[in-house]
Each structure stands twice: as structure tokens, then as C-alpha cells.
């Protein structure tokens, strides 16, 4: 739940990324509701670990939280800033010092990216991206990269401009091809977040390229607001390949939850069902994760 700009503009009306502060405190609480609901889920994980992943700008509390309650949590924290075409750093130079404050589990960037994308602008977005890495391997904070890749035109009209074609049969390719890019520019992901893969042979292909050379890195699932038939596969075909240790989803999650607790009363009975629809929702997807 580190979404910024678009968790305001979709849930809570912000316009243009500027929120009053009244819309800040309602998105600060709703993320205190989303972590509740992540925590009343946790008697019933029998396996693995639970995670966050949330901004400090609406989810200091969480990131407390998180902290507060040790090894039981999982934390993630985003280093771009929010609403970007190429990554940015959220805080410039002082990036770092914002890392080595939290002190997370892991630091995530969000990159989109695509090997027909211009030339000049991808190897830029690569050299940033390389002195991230070095940068929290300085300090001793895994990375954790979130990667689209979104069709270009060319690449929809090659798949009859059918999404799912472009997902099934071309995006595999691109994905690897991308990772092996990175690994080229010393970008080390401990932890790469991926779209979900349609085929279990594409799963086992974007896999091969993150671990190629001998690298010891993982990979999960991330969610791209699917559907939830759509996400269970993803899950269940991520399942079967080993390099692949989980999955990290947000919006499928708890978007109902916050639209329908917006909407109500805000009472007592009202943030309990919604505290009790995320975690069901999770709890759902990690029924679809067969380890």
C-alpha cells in the first residue's frame, strides 16, 4: 500500500497530487485500517511471512507499526517518487538518508520499462537504478524491484492487439530481456516483483534470467489491480516454479475495503468490516499460494 498519487486521486478526490488536510488525515487513517486489517490476518498464516509495503508521506503510522512489531512483519519501503514516467528518486540525495533512518527489510523502486522504449531515456533510467543499488548495498538493505512492462504499440499489433495475447505470449520475452539489462548495468535486486505470468513456461523464463550467473536472487507476484480469477492464476502458476517465493498485492486487496468504509458512517462497525474484508481478501490469496 505505498500507492501516493493515485491512492488519493481514485479513493479520496485529490486533484493534481495536493491534498487539504483533511484528505491527508482520511488517507493516514485509511492505511492505519489496511495494516489492522494485514494484522487480524496473521493468527491464520501458517507459512512464510506477512509483508508491508507503504510510503512514509500517508503511512508513517504503518512503518512504526511495522517496526514495532518486529520479525513478524515484513517491511518495505518505496525510494521513487510517485506518479513518474522514468524512475525518480522521491527525496534527491537525500534518498539514502531516508533508508538508513527506517532501516526496512527492503527498499523498493517502481520501474516501468520495455527494451523498445528510446534508447537514451532507458539508459539513463538504468545508470539511476545502478547507483541505487550500490547505494543500499552500501548500507546493507536488500532491493526489492517492481517492474512493468508495458505493451508499445508495435508490441500490441503484433499481439492482434489482444492484452492477453501481449501478456502470454510476448511479454515473457521482454521481461527477461529487461532483467538481463539491469544485471548488465550492476542492478542486484535480493527481490524481484514482477507482473504475473500466464504459463508456467514463462514463469520458469523470466526465472532463469533473474538467477542467471549463479545469482541467488527471488522473485513474487505483484498484483496490477487484476481481477481475483486473474490473480489466482498468476499465483498458482508462480507456485510451480521455484525461484518464485510469494507475492506482493495491494489495491485487489483493500480498495473495496477503503471505497465502502469512505462511503459509510465511519463507526465503529463500519471499520471492523473493513479491517475483516482485507485480511479475508489476503487470506484468500494465500490460500491460491501452494509452496
Same mark, same amino acid.
Given at each position: 500500500?505505498?500507492?501516493?498519487?493515485?491512492?488519493?486521486?481514485?479513493?479520496?478526490?485529490? *486533484?493534481?497530487?495536493?491534498?487539504?488536510?483533511?484528505?491527508?488525515?482520511?488517507?493516514?487513517?485509511? *492505511?492505519?485500517?489496511?495494516?489492522?486489517?494485514?494484522?487480524?490476518?496473521?493468527?491464520?498464516?501458517?507459512?512464510?511471512?506477512?509483508?508491508?509495503?507503504?510510503?512514509?508521506?500517508?503511512?508513517?503510522?504503518?512503518?512504526?507499526?511495522?517496526?514495532?512489531?518486529?520479525?513478524?512483519?515484513?517491511?518495505?519501503v518505496p525510494v521513487e517518487a510517485s506518479g513518474h514516467d522514468w524512475f525518480?528518486?522521491?527525496?534527491?540525495?537525500?534518498?539514502?538518508?531516508?533508508?538508513?533512518?527506517? *532501516?526496512?527489510?527492503?527498499?523498493?523502486?517502481?520501474?516501468?520499462?520495455?527494451?523498445?522504449?528510446?534508447?537514451?531515456?532507458?539508459?539513463?533510467?538504468?545508470?539511476r537504478l545502478a547507483q541505487v543499488s550500490s547505494g543500499l548495498h552500501g548500507i546493507g538493505v536488500p532491493l526489492l524491484?517492481?517492474?512493468?512492462?508495458?505493451?508499445?504499440?508495435?508490441?500490441?499489433?503484433?499481439?492482434?492487439?489482444?492484452?492477453?495475447?501481449?501478456?502470454?505470449?510476448?511479454?515473457?520475452?521482454?521481461?527477461?530481456?529487461?532483467?538481463?539489462?539491469?544485471?548488465?548495468?550492476?542492478?542486484?535486486?535480493?527481490?524481484?516483483?514482477?507482473?504475473?505470468?500466464?504459463?508456467?513456461?514463462?514463469?520458469?523464463?523470466?526465472?532463469?534470467?533473474?538467477?542467471?550467473?549463479?545469482?541467488?536472487?527471488?522473485?513474487?507476484?505483484?498484483?496490477?489491480?487484476?481481477?481475483?480469477?486473474?490473480?489466482?492464476?498468476?499465483?498458482?502458476?508462480?507456485?510451480?516454479?521455484?525461484?518464485?517465493?510469494?507475492?506482493?498485492?495491494?489495491?485487489?486487496?483493500?480498495?473495496?475495503?477503503?471505497?465502502?468504509?469512505?462511503?459509510?458512517?465511519?463507526?465503529?462497525?463500519?471499520?471492523?468490516?473493513?479491517?475483516?474484508?482485507?485480511?479475508?481478501?489476503?487470506?484468500?490469496?494465500?490460500?491460491?499460494? *501452494?509452496?
Amino acid at each position: 500500500m505505498d500507492h501516493r498519487a493515485s491512492f488519493g486521486k481514485t479513493l479520496f478526490g485529490v *486533484k493534481d497530487d495536493n491534498p487539504s488536510p483533511g484528505q491527508v488525515a482520511a488517507m493516514k487513517s485509511a *492505511k492505519r485500517m489496511i495494516f489492522e486489517g494485514l494484522r487480524a490476518a496473521l493468527p491464520a498464516v501458517t507459512y512464510g511471512r506477512a509483508g508491508v509495503l507503504v510510503d512514509e508521506r500517508y503511512g508513517q503510522d504503518v512503518i512504526d507499526a511495522a517496526r514495532a512489531a518486529g520479525q513478524s512483519v515484513v517491511l518495505a519501503v518505496p525510494v521513487e517518487a510517485s506518479g513518474h514516467d522514468w524512475f525518480t528518486l522521491e527525496w534527491g540525495d537525500q534518498w539514502l538518508a531516508h533508508v538508513e533512518t527506517i *532501516k526496512p527489510d527492503y527498499a523498493k523502486v517502481l520501474v516501468r520499462d520495455n527494451p523498445d522504449f528510446d534508447a537514451a531515456l532507458r539508459e539513463q533510467q538504468l545508470d539511476r537504478l545502478a547507483q541505487v543499488s550500490s547505494g543500499l548495498h552500501g548500507i546493507g538493505v536488500p532491493l526489492l524491484y517492481e517492474l512493468l512492462v508495458p505493451a508499445t504499440s508495435d508490441q500490441l499489433d503484433r499481439a492482434g492487439h489482444d492484452p492477453a495475447a501481449y501478456d502470454r505470449d510476448i511479454r515473457p520475452g521482454l521481461v527477461a530481456q529487461v532483467i538481463a539489462d539491469n544485471q548488465a548495468h550492476r542492478v542486484e535486486p535480493t527481490l524481484w516483483k514482477v507482473e504475473g505470468l500466464e504459463t508456467v513456461e514463462g514463469a520458469q523464463q523470466v526465472a532463469s534470467q533473474a538467477r542467471a550467473g549463479g545469482r541467488h536472487t527471488d522473485l513474487i507476484v505483484l498484483g496490477r489491480d487484476a481481477p481475483s480469477e486473474r490473480l489466482d492464476h498468476w499465483l498458482e502458476v508462480a507456485s510451480e516454479v521455484s525461484a518464485f517465493v510469494g507475492f506482493a498485492i495491494g489495491r485487489s486487496i483493500w480498495e473495496d475495503a477503503v471505497r465502502d468504509f469512505e462511503a459509510s458512517d465511519h463507526g465503529e462497525a463500519a471499520e471492523s468490516a473493513a479491517r475483516a474484508q482485507v485480511a479475508a481478501r489476503y487470506l484468500g490469496f494465500v490460500a491460491h499460494w *501452494k509452496p
